[in-house]
Nanobody, 124 residues
């Protein structure tokens, strides 16, 4: 069983920054790909970024250059640094874990474990 707990979401003004955290149980950050997804009201859950030890990080195009995913193995935590936020980034952000190959990282259906989500609201 893998437990994931997100934190760090809050209300922020456009142009601001936030850092989300995903605390994972045991050695999950070392053995699994950890992905961030987001879901805005009335929209499908979408891939944001993913990271895995000994692999290149992956980002969706809309966040490239603004978001950075990183991991701290010792703390068993994955971070999502979000800069230059805009109202279109408003969503519930989820972290998830999987062991599938990189070509499937964007597919939410391939992730076996999910956190409860954290709300990010960006005001204009």
């Amino acid at each position: 069983q893998v437990d994931l707990v997100e934190s760090g979401g809050k209300l922020v003004q456009a142009g601001g920054s936030l850092r989300l955290s995903c605390a994972a149980s045991g050695g999950t950050v070392s053995t699994h790909t950890i992905g961030w997804f987001r879901q805005a009201p009335g929209k499908e859950r979408e891939f944001v970024a993913a990271t895995r030890q000994s692999a290149s990080n992956l980002y969706t195009d809309s966040v490239k250059g603004r978001f950075t995913i990183s991991r701290d193995i010792a703390k068993s935590t994955v971070f999502l640094q979000m800069d230059n936020l805009n109202p279109e980034d408003t969503a519930v952000y989820y972290c998830a874990a999987t062991r599938v190959v990189r070509s499937s990282w964007r597919d939410a259906g391939k992730y076996n474990y999910w956190g409860q989500g954290t709300q990010v609201t960006v005001s204009s």
